[in-house]
Protein backbone atom coordinates (compact mmCIF):
# COMPACT_ATOMS: atom_id res chain seq x y z
CA UNK A 1 0.00 0.00 0.00
CA UNK A 2 0.97 3.32 -0.63
CA UNK A 3 2.12 5.75 2.17
CA UNK A 4 1.16 9.10 2.96
CA UNK A 5 2.35 12.02 4.55
CA UNK A 6 0.56 14.54 6.82
CA UNK A 7 1.43 17.61 8.56
CA UNK A 8 2.17 16.82 12.70
CA UNK A 9 -0.34 19.37 13.47
CA UNK A 10 -2.99 21.90 12.76
CA UNK A 11 -4.75 24.37 14.73
CA UNK A 12 -8.52 25.57 13.31
CA UNK A 13 -10.94 28.29 14.74
CA UNK A 14 -14.39 26.84 15.38
CA UNK A 15 -17.31 27.51 12.96
CA UNK A 16 -14.58 27.72 10.12
CA UNK A 17 -13.49 25.41 8.08
CA UNK A 18 -10.96 22.84 8.72
CA UNK A 19 -9.22 21.87 5.52
CA UNK A 20 -6.24 18.75 5.90
CA UNK A 21 -4.10 17.48 3.82
CA UNK A 22 -2.29 14.41 2.60
CA UNK A 23 -0.07 13.88 0.17
CA UNK A 24 0.14 9.90 -1.37
CA UNK A 25 2.67 10.34 -4.42
CA UNK A 26 3.02 6.76 -4.92
CA UNK A 27 -0.38 5.81 -5.23
CA UNK A 28 -1.27 3.38 -7.04
CA UNK A 29 -4.66 3.31 -10.15
CA UNK A 30 -6.35 0.66 -7.52
CA UNK A 31 -5.56 2.35 -4.34
CA UNK A 32 -8.77 4.00 -2.54
CA UNK A 33 -8.10 7.32 0.17
CA UNK A 34 -9.51 6.75 3.10
CA UNK A 35 -10.00 8.59 6.26
CA UNK A 36 -11.03 8.05 9.57
CA UNK A 37 -10.19 10.30 13.08
CA UNK A 38 -9.48 9.34 16.61
CA UNK A 39 -10.76 11.37 19.54
CA UNK A 40 -8.72 11.03 22.43
CA UNK A 41 -9.32 7.53 23.98
CA UNK A 42 -11.83 6.54 21.53
CA UNK A 43 -11.89 3.78 18.65
CA UNK A 44 -10.94 5.37 15.32
CA UNK A 45 -14.21 6.56 13.27
CA UNK A 46 -14.61 5.88 9.74
CA UNK A 47 -15.01 9.22 7.88
CA UNK A 48 -14.85 9.15 3.97
CA UNK A 49 -13.16 7.58 1.10
CA UNK A 50 -12.84 8.23 -2.45
CA UNK A 51 -10.89 6.78 -5.65
CA UNK A 52 -10.72 9.83 -7.84
CA UNK A 53 -13.92 11.74 -8.01
CA UNK A 54 -14.61 14.07 -5.13
CA UNK A 55 -16.76 12.91 -2.30
CA UNK A 56 -19.52 14.21 0.55
CA UNK A 57 -21.02 12.73 3.07
CA UNK A 58 -22.47 14.51 6.60
CA UNK A 59 -19.61 14.38 8.01
CA UNK A 60 -16.44 16.01 5.33
CA UNK A 61 -15.56 16.49 1.90
CA UNK A 62 -12.96 14.98 -0.05
CA UNK A 63 -10.91 16.42 -2.41
CA UNK A 64 -8.53 14.78 -4.75
CA UNK A 65 -6.41 16.18 -7.14
CA UNK A 66 -6.32 15.22 -10.58
CA UNK A 67 -3.01 13.03 -10.55
CA UNK A 68 -4.36 11.50 -7.30
CA UNK A 69 -1.44 12.10 -5.97
CA UNK A 70 -2.69 14.11 -2.76
CA UNK A 71 -5.95 15.00 -1.12
CA UNK A 72 -8.04 17.17 1.40
CA UNK A 73 -10.17 16.23 4.02
CA UNK A 74 -12.38 19.29 4.10
CA UNK A 75 -14.58 19.46 7.49
CA UNK A 76 -16.98 22.48 6.68
CA UNK A 77 -17.71 24.00 10.13
CA UNK A 78 -15.48 22.59 12.51
CA UNK A 79 -16.96 22.45 15.99
CA UNK A 80 -14.93 21.30 19.62
CA UNK A 81 -15.84 17.91 19.14
CA UNK A 82 -14.18 17.49 15.92
CA UNK A 83 -10.34 17.69 17.92
CA UNK A 84 -8.65 14.58 16.99
CA UNK A 85 -6.40 12.87 15.72
CA UNK A 86 -7.12 12.22 11.42
CA UNK A 87 -5.49 9.90 9.41
CA UNK A 88 -5.65 9.51 6.10
CA UNK A 89 -5.13 5.82 4.61
CA UNK A 90 -4.26 4.50 1.09
CA UNK A 91 -5.72 0.97 0.60
CA UNK A 92 -6.42 -1.11 -2.63
CA UNK A 93 -9.20 -2.79 -2.50
CA UNK A 94 -8.53 -6.99 -2.16
CA UNK A 95 -9.94 -9.33 0.00
CA UNK A 96 -8.50 -9.06 3.58
CA UNK A 97 -7.25 -5.67 2.73
CA UNK A 98 -5.74 -3.98 6.01
CA UNK A 99 -5.72 -0.36 7.35
CA UNK A 100 -2.24 0.39 7.86
CA UNK A 101 -2.06 3.82 10.13
CA UNK A 102 0.46 6.51 10.02
CA UNK A 103 0.90 9.26 12.58
CA UNK A 104 -1.89 11.25 11.75
CA UNK A 105 -2.70 14.98 12.16
CA UNK A 106 -3.62 16.27 15.38
CA UNK A 107 -6.42 18.62 15.07
CA UNK A 108 -7.31 21.14 17.77
CA UNK A 109 -10.20 23.31 17.03
CA UNK A 110 -10.23 26.01 19.22
CA UNK A 111 -13.01 28.90 20.75
CA UNK B 1 -27.24 -2.99 16.90
CA UNK B 2 -24.43 -2.80 19.20
CA UNK B 3 -21.78 -2.60 16.48
CA UNK B 4 -18.48 -3.38 18.34
CA UNK B 5 -18.11 -4.34 21.61
CA UNK B 6 -14.98 -5.48 23.93
CA UNK B 7 -14.69 -6.31 27.17
CA UNK B 8 -12.99 -5.78 29.76
CA UNK B 9 -12.70 -2.02 28.96
CA UNK B 10 -9.72 -2.06 31.49
CA UNK B 11 -7.21 -4.95 33.33
CA UNK B 12 -4.19 -4.79 35.15
CA UNK B 13 -2.28 -8.13 35.00
CA UNK B 14 0.90 -9.03 36.43
CA UNK B 15 3.47 -10.43 34.47
CA UNK B 16 3.15 -13.67 33.25
CA UNK B 17 -0.25 -13.93 34.15
CA UNK B 18 -2.98 -14.99 31.06
CA UNK B 19 -5.70 -13.21 29.54
CA UNK B 20 -8.68 -13.05 26.54
CA UNK B 21 -9.55 -10.01 25.33
CA UNK B 22 -13.06 -10.31 24.04
CA UNK B 23 -14.38 -8.44 20.91
CA UNK B 24 -17.81 -9.22 19.43
CA UNK B 25 -19.90 -7.86 16.91
CA UNK B 26 -23.86 -8.11 15.75
CA UNK B 27 -23.37 -6.49 12.10
CA UNK B 28 -22.64 -10.36 10.43
CA UNK B 29 -19.15 -8.80 8.89
CA UNK B 30 -16.90 -11.18 7.54
CA UNK B 31 -13.50 -9.14 8.18
CA UNK B 32 -12.52 -8.45 11.72
CA UNK B 33 -9.43 -7.23 13.54
CA UNK B 34 -7.35 -7.11 16.00
CA UNK B 35 -4.86 -3.54 16.40
CA UNK B 36 -2.83 -2.06 19.81
CA UNK B 37 -2.12 1.27 19.99
CA UNK B 38 1.05 2.14 22.44
CA UNK B 39 0.64 5.78 23.95
CA UNK B 40 1.30 8.28 21.27
CA UNK B 41 1.52 6.30 18.38
CA UNK B 42 -0.75 5.02 15.80
CA UNK B 43 -2.17 1.56 15.72
CA UNK B 44 -0.74 -1.71 14.83
CA UNK B 45 -2.31 -4.87 13.68
CA UNK B 46 -1.98 -8.03 15.43
CA UNK B 47 -4.09 -10.20 13.73
CA UNK B 48 -7.15 -10.56 11.29
CA UNK B 49 -9.84 -13.05 9.99
CA UNK B 50 -11.76 -13.09 6.69
CA UNK B 51 -14.20 -15.46 8.12
CA UNK B 52 -14.82 -17.80 11.30
CA UNK B 53 -12.05 -20.34 10.76
CA UNK B 54 -9.53 -18.39 9.35
CA UNK B 55 -7.08 -16.20 10.75
CA UNK B 56 -3.91 -14.90 9.97
CA UNK B 57 -0.75 -12.63 11.48
CA UNK B 58 -0.52 -8.98 11.31
CA UNK B 59 2.40 -6.55 11.82
CA UNK B 60 3.08 -7.44 15.67
CA UNK B 61 1.29 -10.85 16.22
CA UNK B 62 4.14 -12.03 18.76
CA UNK B 63 3.24 -13.06 22.24
CA UNK B 64 -0.85 -13.11 21.39
CA UNK B 65 -3.34 -15.82 19.72
CA UNK B 66 -6.97 -15.69 18.03
CA UNK B 67 -9.41 -17.73 17.22
CA UNK B 68 -12.56 -17.53 14.91
CA UNK B 69 -14.88 -19.89 15.56
CA UNK B 70 -18.33 -18.02 14.85
CA UNK B 71 -18.76 -15.10 12.78
CA UNK B 72 -19.62 -13.01 15.46
CA UNK B 73 -16.37 -13.37 17.92
CA UNK B 74 -12.90 -12.63 17.52
CA UNK B 75 -11.37 -13.10 21.41
CA UNK B 76 -7.21 -12.11 21.16
CA UNK B 77 -5.59 -14.37 24.00
CA UNK B 78 -2.57 -13.19 26.13
CA UNK B 79 -0.40 -16.22 27.19
CA UNK B 80 2.11 -14.74 29.40
CA UNK B 81 1.72 -11.20 29.89
CA UNK B 82 4.91 -9.09 29.25
CA UNK B 83 5.22 -4.97 30.29
CA UNK B 84 5.49 -4.81 26.38
CA UNK B 85 2.30 -5.45 26.39
CA UNK B 86 0.91 -2.80 28.31
CA UNK B 87 -1.26 -0.77 25.69
CA UNK B 88 -4.72 -0.13 23.93
CA UNK B 89 -6.34 -2.93 22.52
CA UNK B 90 -9.23 -2.09 19.55
CA UNK B 91 -11.31 -4.59 17.99
CA UNK B 92 -12.77 -3.61 14.20
CA UNK B 93 -14.53 -5.33 11.72
CA UNK B 94 -15.97 -4.37 8.23
CA UNK B 95 -18.11 -5.91 5.73
CA UNK B 96 -16.59 -6.65 2.61
CA UNK B 97 -15.86 -4.54 0.41
CA UNK B 98 -14.85 -0.69 0.12
CA UNK B 99 -16.93 0.14 3.83
CA UNK B 100 -15.56 1.80 6.62
CA UNK B 101 -13.91 -0.35 9.66
CA UNK B 102 -16.41 -0.17 12.80
CA UNK B 103 -14.00 0.33 15.53
CA UNK B 104 -14.50 -1.08 19.08
CA UNK B 105 -14.17 1.34 22.28
CA UNK B 106 -11.00 -0.12 23.09
CA UNK B 107 -9.29 -2.20 25.76
CA UNK B 108 -6.85 -0.69 28.11
CA UNK B 109 -4.01 -3.02 29.30
CA UNK B 110 -1.42 -2.33 32.09
CA UNK B 111 1.17 -5.21 32.43
CA UNK B 112 2.84 -4.67 35.77
Redesign the interface.
Given at each position: DAKTTQPTSMDCAEGRAANLPCNHSTISGNE?V?W?RQIH???????I?GLKNNETNEMASLIITEDRKSSTLILPHATLRDTAVY?CIVMI?A??N???????TRVLVKP | NAG?TQTPKFRILKIGQSMTLQCTQDMNHN?M?W?RQDPGM????IY?S?GAGIT?K??VPNGYNVSRSTTEDFPLRLELAAPSQTS?Y?C?SRE???E???????TRLTVV
Open positions: YYYSQGPQYIHYKAGKLTFGGG | VYYYGLKLYVDGEVFAQGLGYTFGSG
